[in-house]
């Protein structure tokens, strides 16, 4: 992955609709270049797939928390991924280092549809011993991928 699939890449992440001649425009190449090398991003994995990006708010999920999973005894990630990915609240999960084991993102329409979630998310598997939440009272940045000069990291 060279500088202009970094750049290509950004441009997606900016406007996943944009055309390739919008895109090619902004980044030196032919719209049939940009083609070929979102082509290869894509069969390469590099790119997994495209998708809409949703405001919660205006689609009714207005209650956002993190939540920290403690289990008992040891339970694989596999374990984990299954059993979370059972409860459709659960936006993102992530086995993390510390005390916890298992970190959630759930975003539920209100208090109440959270409360549920994390019932769901306590009973889906024996394992979990407690949770502690915490709710996004305001979300300050969301980047989708991109860093803070809005180009995709160099590291990536």
Same mark, same amino acid.
């Not at 900016?14 to 609709?17: C, K, L, Y």
């Not at 920290?68 to 005894?73: D, E, F, I, N, W």
């Not at 998310?121 to 860093?147: A, K, M, P, Y």
């Given at each position: 992955?060279?500088?202009?699939?970094?750049? !290509?890449?950004?441009? #997606?992440l900016?406007?996943?609709?944009a055309? &390739?001649? +919008?895109?090619?425009? @902004?980044?030196?190449? /032919?719209?049939?270049?940009?083609?070929?090398?979102?082509?290869?991003?894509?069969?390469?994995?590099?790119?997994?797939?495209?998708?809409?990006v !949703?405001?919660?708010? #205006?689609?009714?999920?207005?209650?956002?928390a &993190?939540? +920290?999973?403690?289990? @008992?005894?040891?339970? /694989?990630?596999?374990?984990?991924?299954?059993?979370?990915?059972?409860?459709?609240?659960?936006?993102?999960?992530?086995?993390?280092?510390?005390?916890?084991?298992?970190m #959630?993102?759930?975003?539920?329409k209100?208090?109440r549809?959270?409360?549920?979630?994390?019932?769901?998310?306590?009973?889906?598997?024996?394992?979990?011993?407690?949770?502690?939440?915490?709710?996004?009272?305001?979300?300050?940045?969301?980047?989708?991928?991109?860093?803070?000069?809005?180009?995709?990291?160099?590291?990536?």
């Open positions: 992955m060279d500088n202009i699939d970094r750049q !290509l890449i950004g441009c #997606l900016e406007d996943g609709r055309s &390739y001649a +919008a895109i090619g425009d @902004k980044i030196g190449l /032919s719209a049939p270049a940009v083609k070929r090398r979102t082509d290869r991003l894509l069969a390469d994995g590099v790119i997994s797939g495209f998708t809409a !949703l405001d919660p708010d #205006l689609v009714g999920w207005s209650t956002e &993190y939540v +920290a999973v403690h289990c @008992k005894g040891a339970i /694989s990630p596999e374990e984990l991924r299954k059993a979370f990915s059972r409860v459709p609240e659960v936006h993102s999960a992530a086995t993390i280092s510390g005390q916890a084991d298992a #959630l993102r759930i975003v539920a209100d208090v549809d959270l409360e549920r979630a994390l019932e769901r998310v306590r009973t889906e598997t024996s394992q979990v011993d407690h949770t502690e939440t915490s709710i996004v009272l305001s979300r300050l940045i969301e980047r989708h991928g991109l860093s803070a000069r809005g180009e995709l990291d160099a590291q990536s």
